[in-house]
């Protein structure tokens, strides 16, 4: 049910439940949270692609099936740990995590996609919040993300009528970063990870917190986080290590 292949410093894993949907059952959430510790934990590893297997879905979100016949199983909804919250298990990557959105994203799997720091969309990818459809609030962050990154108005329209936001829109409200032909989105989302591969995995895994834990704080609580973690960093930075990467920039920049 979770498929991990890992080549070049790059991991792809795919939610493998194409005849349900790529359906998060207890047991997928618990395997992604294995996947995403052990890539965390794997030094030739730099950055992490997630998708969906077939063109259908990326993750229709919590198994209804398995909510409407376990009394026990809507707890998940609100899990704390990583290993029940698919979100967690995801956020506590330390390194970059390009969300490779194949097909529909609907309601925790939306909240899923919103969990990554970059998303690529196949033309075929849909959003879509259906939380108060089927009766239930998210508490994955939904709620909170969605506005924070289409804007207020935008984020009620979706939550408050669970229709579906196609992706050329969602690109136009920032929800994605692009949108490309559905037989590359894997080449479009292995280019950029191979980009960001080619910079040190310590530096990677820095920067995505110093972006996270700001964009948490008010403006200039952000702003004051920023100075401090960056201090401390570039301290231990000598000059021979700029003047090594310099020239290795140049070349990057003349060949793009």
Not at 110 to 124: H, K, Q, R, W
Request: proline share 4%; glycine share 8%.
């Amino acid at each position: 049910m979770l498929l991990v292949e890992k080549e070049d410093g790059i991991a792809v894993v795919t939610l493998n439940r194409p005849e349900a949907m790529n359906a998060m059952s207890k047991a997928m959430r618990s395997e992604l949270y294995k996947a995403m510790t052990a890539l965390n934990d794997d030094p030739e590893v730099s950055v992490v692609i997630l998708t969906g297997a077939g063109e259908r879905a990326f993750t229709a979100g919590l198994d209804l099936k398995e909510l409407g016949s376990d009394p026990k199983a809507m707890s998940a909804a609100n899990a704390e740990g990583a290993d029940e919250n698919p979100v967690k298990a995801i956020e506590s990557c330390k390194k970059p995590v390009i969300g490779a959105i194949n097909g529909v994203a609907i309601t925790g799997g939306f909240e899923v996609a919103l969990a990554c720091d970059v998303l690529i969309a196949s033309e075929n990818a849909r959003f879509a919040d259906t939380h108060a459809r089927v009766g239930i609030m998210p508490g994955w962050g939904l709620s909170q993300k969605l506005s924070r990154l289409i804007g207020l108005y935008r984020a009620k329209e979706l939550s408050l009528t669970g229709n579906f936001l196609d992706a050329r829109t969602a690109a136009e409200w920032g929800l994605v970063n692009r949108v490309v032909p559905a037989g590359e989105l894997m080449a479009t989302a292995r280019k950029l990870a191979a980009d960001m591969a080619t910079i040190s995995v310590k530096t990677l895994s820095l920067y995505k917190r110093i972006i996270d834990e700001g964009f948490a704080l008010p403006y200039g609580q952000s702003l004051a986080h920023e100075h401090k973690t960056s201090s401390a960093h570039n301290r231990t930075v000598t000059p021979e290590a700029v003047e090594a990467r310099r020239a290795a920039i140049q070349t990057r920049a003349r060949t793009q």
